[in-house]
């Protein structure tokens, strides 16, 4: 049996027509029908008799789908179906559209020669479809008798030129009624000044819900709290949007997510407004046009903490920091994200998701974090569905299943190809025993920088070449961003010498990294390791490798140095190897290179062994996805000796043209 069969039609009209009725103040003017309906509290006609329906079947030919010969069989027809629908067709008034309103056609111009079914289906709609709208606010109502599901029922779809959307499908005439309940409900949700509380069964079960929600969402059953608040929202019941928007921002559904009535209280504002600057930012291009729209309803000191939130988190400045316990973990997750051990820093803030107050009884989940640069690359769906699976805001309960970690751990990650293949060569340096921030004192020029002016050591110059960390280093960045930066108002780019603008963090226990995903080609002739250097009073050890590059030869280098010398190194390139030293059997090149008939077979076993050989790993989240602190190296090549040339090439700023003595001197003319 379907559902539409069991459906109580009459107590739902009933019900509908009530509310309608209820909902109108007593000194508007209104028509003569209207008026009837309102002091009958009956938006209907009589029912239509079995022979009116199969005279109308007759007439159509088709026999009609279930629920709507229920529905006649209660109401021949209706009033006020929804918001902009004045008269529903009962027996007499149901007809065969046949593109009377010549949509058809017009849609099929712009159907191309592959149009799928759905689009096809748009079209094809307006000239089979049964109509049932008779009077409505430029709407149409049509049954489709082609698209049936398996209780005989038609879909309807809905159409209305001002909305500017394909025709919206309901899968039968029943959830029509259903939607069109709804949309009243939305629509009368929001009262003008003088018009009576709208208030009745419906309202207050729907509001009973967003309550149930609130306590469920607490408690970690996202699941069923945004649907039933999905629910309450197509009610138009206070609160629900909002609260439904803050389960789906930690689901990544970002595009529609606007915290609507809660983002303007200024008790959710400061948790609430930093996701919604920072979807802004991601997508306005500098246009702060929109970000009025996204605030409706803001006064003039959240617009000015809006502009304020915005700045920071363009600058990467912004810092969530949230008070009591749970902002004391979210520090310690900060320190351990900015130095790239993101699974530990998840770890540490989902420990303390228990500890976190909610601003208010709105207020559903943790919310600020989303735009801390350091933090918010962290955020994954699946970490999202295990934060708001959680237990907090003083609920008890079990503790949902742990997310994996998104690092794979070692270094074989890097074999893999990335999303475009981007990533066919790479370079690293590993240092042990030392912290991050030390890196740039021991890969960087004595002045902090790597470029000779000293602008690391001083603190930046603006432009992201240092200081972000008080060591040469820049605030964290994505490396995009920090290529971005460093690239700035460069006018003068030279093969003469390579620093390599790298980004920093721990490599496992005991060890750091310096890592460069976009490295310059590689020069075997001119290349100096960086690994005596950085080996003062310990170890360190380069990798750069060129397995997978689509131009000139592949090539794998690795060089160890101790105590400021080299222990051993090896260069593959050309077919051949290069070596020094006395190589460990396990990183023995022979055992990689000798077996393989392509090289870049080589590379993840290669990778594989350096990472067991001496126990390290690099972060792939936080170097593909996260932000790091970044400097830029010395120079990975030594100067052109005799003989040796190099290029420089230099750029000159843009102008709005050319001056009038540049075109004479360009076309070969004489100055005056």
């Not at 022979?51 to 088709?62: K, N, T, V």
């Not at 030869?553 to 290069?578: K, Q």
């Amino acid at each position: 049996m379907s559902e539409s069969t069991a459906f109580d039609w009459r107590s739902f009209l009933l019900k509908c027509s009530r509310e309608w009725a209820d909902s109108l103040p007593d000194d508007e003017s209104r028509g003569e029908d209207d008026e009837a309906a309102r002091q009958a509290r009956w938006l209907g006609f009589p029912p239509a008799s079995e022979e009116r329906i199969a005279a109308m079947e007759a007439r159509l030919g088709r026999r009609m789908p279930p629920s709507y010969r229920e529905f006649l069989q209660v109401s021949d027809g209706w009033r006020h179906a929804g918001g902009f629908v004045w008269l529903l067709a009962g027996t007499q008034d149901a007809s065969w559209h046949n593109d009377a309103s010549g949509l058809g056609d017009s849609l099929e111009e712009y159907l191309d020669e592959d149009a799928g079914p759905e689009e096809r289906r748009e079209v094809d709609i307006w000239r089979r479809g049964l109509q049932l709208d008779v009077e409505s606010d430029a709407t149409y109502v049509l049954m489709d008798p082609e698209d049936v599901d398996e209780n005989g029922e038609w879909a309807v779809y809905t159409w209305a030129g001002w909305r500017a959307e394909p025709p919206e499908r309901h899968a039968n005439f029943l959830e029509f009624m259903r939607e069109m309940h709804r949309e009243f409900h939305n629509l009368r949700a929001r009262r003008g000044e003088g018009e009576p509380a709208f208030v009745n069964d419906t309202t207050c079960e729907q509001d009973s819900r967003v309550e149930e929600a609130r306590r469920e969402a607490l408690l970690g059953g996202w699941q069923r709290a945004v649907e039933m608040l999905d629910e309450a929202k197509e009610y138009g019941r206070p609160g629900a949007a909002g609260l439904g928007d803050q389960i789906r921002r930690l689901l990544g559904k970002t595009s529609t997510v606007y915290f609507e009535d809660l983002v303007t209280d200024p008790r959710y504002a400061p948790d609430l407004l930093p996701p919604l600057v920072a979807e802004h930012a991601a997508h306005s291009n500098h246009d702060d046009s929109t970000l009025k729209f996204r605030l409706r309803g803001a006064d003039d000191d959240l617009e000015s903490l809006a502009h304020a939130t915005l700045e920071q988190v363009r600058n990467g400045t912004y810092r969530y920091a949230p008070a009591g316990p749970f902002g004391e973990a979210v520090e310690r997750a900060r320190e351990l994200a900015r130095w790239g051990d993101g699974d530990e820093a998840w770890r540490t803030l989902m420990n303390a998701v228990p500890l976190w107050e909610p601003l208010g009884p709105d207020h559903l989940a943790p919310l600020g974090w989303v735009a801390d640069p350091v933090l918010g690359p962290l955020l994954t769906p699946e970490r999202g569905q295990e934060l708001l699976s959680t237990p907090r805001g003083g609920q008890t309960g079990e503790a949902p299943r742990p997310t994996p970690g998104l690092d794979p751990g070692g270094l074989a990650w890097l074999a893999e190809p990335d999303r475009g293949n981007n990533r066919t060569s790479y370079r690293f340096v590993l240092v042990e025993g030392v912290e991050p921030q030390e890196l740039p004192g021991r890969l960087a020029d004595a002045d902090g920088n790597g470029d000779g002016n000293g602008a690391g050591a001083r603190g930046g110059d603006g432009n992201g070449t240092g200081g972000g960390d008080g060591t040469g280093l820049t605030e964290p960045l994505t490396l995009w961003e920090a290529r971005g930066r460093a690239l700035r108002g460069k006018r003068e780019f030279s093969s003469y010498d390579d620093r390599a603008l790298m980004a920093v963090g721990r490599a496992g226990s005991g060890w750091s990294f310096a890592f460069d995903g976009v490295p310059a080609p590689f020069g075997r002739q001119r290349f100096v390791s960086p690994a005596p250097g950085a080996s003062t009073g310990t170890r360190s050890v380069v990798v750069w490798s060129g397995l997978r590059t689509g131009h000139g030869e592949p090539f794998f280098h690795l060089s160890v140095a101790r105590g400021g010398a080299e222990e051993y190194a090896f260069t593959y390139t050309d077919g051949e190897v290069r070596r020094s030293g006395e190589i460990p059997e396990a990183l023995d090149p022979d055992r990689f290179f000798g077996a393989v008939e392509d090289s870049a077979e080589a590379e993840r076993p290669l990778l594989e062994a350096v990472a067991a050989e001496f126990g390290v790993r690099l972060p792939r989240h936080a170097i593909v996805r996260g932000r790091l602190h970044t400097f830029t190296t010395r120079s990975w090549t030594r100067p052109p000796g005799k003989g040796e040339g190099y290029m420089v090439i230099r750029t000159q700023p843009m102008t709005s043209g050319p001056t009038d003595s540049e075109r004479r001197e360009a076309d070969g003319s004489v100055p005056e």
